[in-house]
């Protein structure tokens, strides 16, 4: 994976590896990573490590106490209790009392599907909920 210029210190290369086979993961199957019908996953546009890695750095990238725990638990912060919509229970998270709850892989993994479902409307319900269908954009 690409070292971002800037954010060249081995703390930014820690979750190059989990970014990498989720976005893997993700490009080879949107329609069963995102839950969404195949006509809506072929309007879906690959997905790069560097954005997934990048978008990380703007959420948690800071070195405050509160940017390290979040960097080590939920880099993306998509598992925040005062952030909670009840369709983050259908991407594997659930209810967090505090901030930083949940393992690493599942947190990166429910913000990629967070992220692609916001492509579809910004209220990231599932894709299917969607009457257009159609997949707006990162």
């Known amino acids: ?3 971002l ?3 060249d210190t081995e703390r930014y290369q820690q979750h190059d590896a989990i970014i990498k086979k989720l976005v893997a993961e993700f490009n080879s199957d949107k329609a069963k990573f995102v839950n969404s019908t195949s ?3 072929k309007a879906i546009p690959n997905l ?3 954005l997934v890695k990048s978008w990380a750095i703007q959420e948690s990238g800071g070195g405050d106490v ?3 725990a979040a960097w080590s638990k939920d880099p993306m912060q998509v598992n925040v209790p005062g952030d909670w919509s009840d369709y983050k229970t259908g991407i594997g998270l659930k209810k967090p009392l505090t901030r930083n709850e ?3 892989e599942g947190n990166i993994r429910a913000a990629i599907i967070w992220l692609c479902r916001k492509g579809f409307g910004k209220s990231a319900q599932p894709p299917q909920n969607r009457v257009s269908g ?3 954009g990162w």
């Open 39 to 41: 006509e809506q996953a």
């Open 66 to 68: 509160r940017s390290l």
């Open 5 to 7: 210029k800037g954010f």
């Open 48 to 50: 790069t490590d560097v």
């Open 134 to 136: 159609s997949f707006d």
């Open 102 to 104: 949940g393992l690493l």
């Open 1 to 3: 994976m690409a070292t």
